[in-house]
């Protein structure tokens, strides 16, 4: 999603680049970009219309008015995020609620996931050179935890979001692997999930949503209750490490 388009742009370029002064502009702004013009951002950053028109077409949007949209949708997707713990409990009580509801989540995915899908995934991680991960939002942590952890089985894996949002092209040994916790990568980035899912590679699908159409490649995670989607997804991932690190020491 959009902040972690920001994000990737903090985390590379130099603070006194353009782009990141306005990544870090907007992202410090996100509730008043919708309001404001063009030029209105152009001149709080002291660039020219033209610098923010190039810096949105950079992070994939065709202009500023899509990129506006697409803080719309982002403000509105993070006004929608599940609260674990409710107001007007104590902790004991939050945390013995959350245990409960967090172990339904794990005997239902345990229950009712497609071993024999999952299995061909991991599978196709095993036989790659190369992994290549593209997430937004939440799913980036979950990335992270995947990177480290087939880095210590020696399977080069990249996160990258910037390189999707414009035409690319990869080797054909590396394998593109997509998570999208809720499918909402699919609505809001559309343009960038058609990029991804029009290449030659091997490309897979990891998410917990039931509807998304288009992806050949795909894993759904079953969910039974939406505000444990991220756990669900979490504890996924590590099966897919655990089989993993499984396959290795049977190798030896």
Not at 25 to 48: L, T
Not at 222 to 245: G, Q
């Amino acid at each position: 999603m959009i902040d972690s388009k920001l994000n990737d742009i903090l985390n590379t370029y130099d603070c006194s680049d353009s782009a990141y002064i306005l990544s870090d502009y907007m992202k410090k702004n996100m509730r008043e970009i919708p309001r404001m013009s063009i030029g209105e951002v152009a001149g709080a950053c002291y660039v020219s219309k033209g610098q923010v028109s190039k810096f949105v077409k950079k992070l994939g949007y065709e202009s500023y008015s899509d990129f506006k949209d697409a803080c719309v949708d982002y403000l509105e997707a993070q006004g929608q995020k599940a609260r674990i713990f409710l107001p007007g409990y104590d902790l004991r009580t939050n945390a013995a609620r959350f245990v409960s509801q967090y172990t339904e989540m794990l005997r239902w995915v345990e229950k009712n996931i497609d071993y024999e899908r999952l299995e061909e995934l991991i599978t196709c991680v095993y036989k790659h050179k190369e992994i290549y991960l593209f997430a937004q939002g939440e799913a980036r942590a979950i990335c992270q935890t995947l990177q480290i952890e087939l880095g210590k089985l020696l399977i080069p894996i990249g996160i990258s979001n910037t390189e999707f949002s414009r035409n690319f092209s990869l080797d054909k040994d590396v394998m593109i692997l997509v998570i999208s916790i809720n499918g909402r990568s699919f609505v809001f980035d559309k343009s960038v999930m058609r990029r991804i899912l029009d290449v030659d590679n091997d490309t897979w699908v990891i998410t917990c949503g039931k509807d998304i159409r288009g992806p050949k490649n795909q894993l759904v995670v079953p969910s039974e209750n939406m505000d444990f989607n991220e756990f669900a997804m979490r504890f996924v991932v590590d099966l897919i490490i655990a089989r993993l690190k499984q396959y290795e020491f049977e190798k030896k």
